[in-house]
């Protein structure tokens, strides 16, 4: 056993004021064979051993593997994070066998595993409209339609599908179930149809949100919170022409720790995005690695690739797409890069709910200074390591519980070299 709670202040610990959950089916799964099967169930309820004890349940069963599933019903609830709390006041359900489960355990004869406990708060939601935008302003204007038919999905931070809806005769949707996390949005326009400029306005409630942060047709994250909607979150539709686009030059460059890529265009009327694509002389394929929003006209545009820890040649190339989906390559461009001995990084955990751990090793004594920033480029913490460290491994622990949850920027200096790693913040 031993208790399903309602965790009312959302802090992911069963407090001694908060109510048990009855009525909740609880199933126990034995592995039988290197198979697990329904080995039985229960149903929450008063224990009978104390005056007020909702939520209650308790098995016996034999030596063996098990894990449980909480059968959630749909009431507007979804599990708290597990390991918060001690062993008899945390929340087990972890999704390591599927949802609302918890991890595999153990049990042999006389062991006694009353901590198993599994909270729930109210769940978040997220929605608005999907519009055609037929000025291709980015901008939802009266007598533009709704679109209807249109799938959009939420994902969390490990890139998991987690829900979906499609929009109605409104061009509204709204996903539900969400957990008090970092999530991001894809939408699928009909066929002939692209996305629309992004942020053309300072007025959330009419501009468009698909900035393709996360891949083709996402949002940036957004963090939700326990029992909030968190509406406005929209998608405009266009459709446009074809126009060639004349590429000027296209060049890439090993910095320490990431390739700098950058290119100049003319005449790019009609282009919708970029997107860059890359394969390491070890690969027989090219994949996509991030775009840039066209900005029309004569523009220039540059990315930092930070994914090349493999030593060898890189190479790259642009795809350009226009605003009825035909595209077109540039020409492949490599990069070389040789390492010796390197500086070694590493911040975990990451993603984070509490404090976070900064590890430098040095093959050198060197300055060194540390800073976040948001995704915006603001300062959010200065000088968290600043000074010479001396060759070796220097760990230092940093304290999240003021800094709001969110997606940051960790930049590292070592002597005259830059590093940056992404940090993702799920909650205070």
């Known amino acids: 056993g031993e208790y399903v709670w309602y965790d009312k202040n959302t802090n992911d610990i069963r407090d001694s004021d908060e109510n048990g959950i009855n009525g909740i089916e609880v199933i126990l799964w034995r592995e039988v064979a290197g198979e697990f099967v329904k080995w039985d169930t229960e149903f929450t309820g008063l224990n009978p051993a104390e005056a007020s004890g909702d939520g209650y349940y308790k098995f016996c069963a034999p030596p063996g593997t098990y894990y449980l599933e909480f059968l959630t019903p749909p009431t507007g609830i979804v599990p708290a994070f597990p390991g918060s709390g001690t062993a008899d006041t945390d929340s087990d359900i972890t999704g390591a066998n599927g949802p609302n489960t918890t991890d595999q355990f153990t ?4 062991d006694v595993r009353c901590d198993l406990g599994a909270g729930y708060h109210p769940m978040a939601s997220v929605g608005q409209v999907v519009w055609f935008d037929d000025n291709a302003d980015g901008i939802r204007t009266s007598g533009e339609s709704p679109a209807e038919g249109v799938l959009v999905e939420a994902y ?32 699928s326009p009909p066929q002939g149809y692209q996305l629309t400029t992004p942020d053309a306005t300072t007025n959330d409630a009419i501009d468009s949100d698909v900035n393709h942060s996360n891949g083709d047709n996402t949002t940036s994250y957004y963090q939700m919170e326990a029992g909030v909607f968190m509406p406005n979150v929209d998608a ?21 720790d990431y390739v700098y ?21 070890s690969e027989d394929e090219f994949i996509a690695i991030g775009r840039k929003v066209a900005q029309g006209g004569d523009s220039k545009y540059n990315l930092n690739d930070y994914d090349v820890e493999l030593a060898g040649v890189y190479y790259y190339r642009l795809r350009s797409f226009d605003m009825d989906g035909s595209d077109q390559l540039s020409e492949v461009i490599s990069v070389s ?31 060194v200074r540390v800073d976040m920033y948001n995704t915006t480029g603001q300062l959010i913490v200065g000088s968290i390591i600043e000074g010479p460290l001396k060759e070796g491994t220097t760990n230092k622990v940093i304290d999240i519980s003021n800094i709001p949850a969110g997606v940051y920027n ?3 200096y070592l002597g005259d070299d830059l590093y940056t790693r992404r940090l993702i913040l799920l909650k205070n």
């Open 261 to 281: 890529l950058s290119w100049a265009t003319k005449s790019e009327i009609n282009t919708e995005y970029f997107q860059i694509e890359r394969r390491h002389e």
């Open 107 to 110: 049990v042999v004869i006389g």
């Open 156 to 187: 969390d931070i490990y890139n998991d599908m987690v829900g979906s809806d499609v929009t109605n005769a409104n061009g509204n949707y709204k996903i539900d179930y969400l957990r008090r996390e970092g999530y991001y949005l894809r939408f």
């Open 410 to 412: 960790v930049k590292i």
């Open 337 to 367: 890069i040789e390492r010796e001995r390197e500086d070694g990084i590493a911040i975990f955990p990451n993603p984070a709910v509490s404090d976070v751990s900064i590890k430098i090793d040095l093959s050198a004594d060197k300055e």
């Open 236 to 256: 405009g539709l266009v459709v446009g022409a074809v126009l060639p686009i004349e590429l000027l030059s296209f060049t890439g460059q090993y910095r320490p």
